[in-house]
């Protein structure tokens, strides 16, 4: 006996569908909402950090002495504890670390991601890409204080840099790494797979490919993991605590010791009486310049982007 097999009509499917259609329509729109809630709040949460810094900062000129400009405010080194003059030495200090911080990470960080995605290093051998990676995951959940106290025994003790900008730059790096390395990865992985076979079938050879074509349309991603490590090393504190130091003179070369900005920041919010103020325009400066490097990247990118199309 053969069952009976029961087929809906095309009107029963219409009916059914227009019964659903107000419900999936009202899912449409409560999903809808809820994302541009996200997203304003986000972009609120944004602007109201800000401006809470550049209110203070303006702020804290106003209340400074008449002789005070912001022209001063970035030349000057640092006097009384930093309630006094301004950050020129602070920020010689920043830009030493980070330079010593990127030159390390970024070409170290680029080699491992194209080692993770181009090579067959790691294409043959999984267990070894997925190895590398967890391992990347792990050391980019590692708290910085972590970081700080593996740098100051590494490269202050053992390596004899004492607190110096060379030791701060290392530690950071070793920080970055793992942040940067995944973000390049997504970047190289974001290139589609049929422009590798397109450039192999003309001939290139793998490094020619890399170099011509897979590094060129990767530059957005490359962006966004610059951003994301420059930013990761701006904002440090805790790791230069321990590295780096808080001397507040100018630094005549890589193995003298340096302040941070966002060290500096920190001091004067904590341990200086009256040094708030400040630590307003300290802050609002850290907040311009992560702006304009995030600014810059993404000129870059979407210049690459609008090119590879």
């Not at 170290?108 to 991601?113: C, K, R, S, V």
Request: net charge positive; proline share 4%; glycine share 10%.
């Amino acid at each position: 006996m053969v069952a009976e097999v029961l087929v809906p009509t095309e009107t029963e499917i219409e009916t059914e569908v227009a019964a659903w259609a107000p419900v999936s329509r009202w899912g449409d729109h409560a999903a809808a909402v809820a994302v541009w809630a996200v997203a304003l709040g986000v972009a609120a949460m944004l602007l109201w950090i800000v401006g809470d810094v550049i209110i203070g900062a303006m702020g804290g000129m106003a209340k400074a002495s008449s002789d005070a400009s912001w022209w001063a405010f970035f030349t000057q080194a640092p006097r009384a504890l930093g309630v006094k003059g301004g950050i020129g030495s602070v920020l010689v200090s920043t830009a030493m670390i980070l330079a010593v911080c990127l030159s390390v990470a970024l070409p170290l960080g680029l080699g491992t991601a194209v080692l993770l995605t181009e090579t067959g290093a790691t294409r043959g051998d999984a267990r070894l890409a997925r190895a590398v990676r967890r391992s990347l995951d792990v050391l980019a959940g590692v708290p910085s204080i972590v970081f700080g106290l593996f740098g100051s025994v590494l490269f202050c003790e053992v390596m004899g840099m004492g607190f110096s900008i060379k030791a701060g730059g290392l530690t950071l790096a070793c920080m970055v790494l793992p942040i940067f390395i995944r973000a390049a990865e997504d970047g190289l992985r974001s290139v589609p797979e049929a422009w590798r076979h397109g450039a192999t079938a003309l001939g290139l050879s793998r490094s020619a490919s890399l170099r011509r074509v897979v590094l060129p349309a990767a530059i957005p991603g490359l962006a966004v993991a610059f951003v994301l490590g420059v930013g990761r090393a701006l904002a440090e504190t805790a790791a230069l605590l321990f590295t780096a130091g808080t001397v507040t003179r100018m630094p005549g070369s890589l193995d003298d010791s340096g302040r941070a900005l966002s060290v500096h920041i920190y001091e004067l919010a904590m341990f200086v009486n009256g040094g708030e103020p400040a630590a307003y325009r300290s802050a609002a400066v850290l907040v311009v310049l992560l702006l304009g490097i995030n600014l810059a990247a993404a000129t870059v990118a979407r210049k690459y982007t609008l090119r590879n199309r």
